[in-house]
């Protein structure tokens, strides 16, 4: 099964920017595309972000025009630019690969996360 593994989350004041690397343990089937999450502490885990079957890209509305999602596929990498953060941001984030034909369907199991604090 494949694992993945997130970095680059940390401490960043109200306003600043994050980017925070996935890094998968195997190939993905086409099946699956990459996408984002985070879970804040007493939350269910929340979608945020995905590349679609045609390449193109999706966002929660609580994201969209702050955080980009990005793929090296030569290292197989899909990367998280988060920019304009707030302090609802505060959460541990995840990624997986989420099946095309149900999103409640994923690639591997949830790695650890990263945690991202957004904090004056």
């Known amino acids: 099964q494949v694992q993945f593994v997130e970095s680059g989350g940390g401490l960043v004041q109200p306003g600043g920017s994050l980017r925070l690397s996935c890094a998968a343990s195997?190939?993905?089937?086409?099946?699956?595309?990459m996408a984002w999450y985070r879970q804040a502490p007493g939350k269910q885990r929340e979608y945020l972000a995905a590349f679609t079957s045609g390449g193109s890209t999706n966002y929660a509305d609580s994201v969209k025009g702050r955080f980009t999602i990005s793929r090296d596929n030569d290292k197989n990498t899909v990367f998280l630019q988060m920019n304009s953060l707030k302090s609802e941001d505060t959460a541990v984030y995840y990624c997986?690969?989420?099946?095309?034909?149900?999103?409640?369907?994923?690639?591997?199991?949830w790695g650890q996360g990263t945690q991202v604090t957004v904090s004056s």
């Open positions: 997986n690969g989420r099946s095309i034909y149900n999103v409640n369907i994923y690639a591997g199991s």
């Open positions: 195997g190939r993905i089937s086409s099946a699956y595309t």
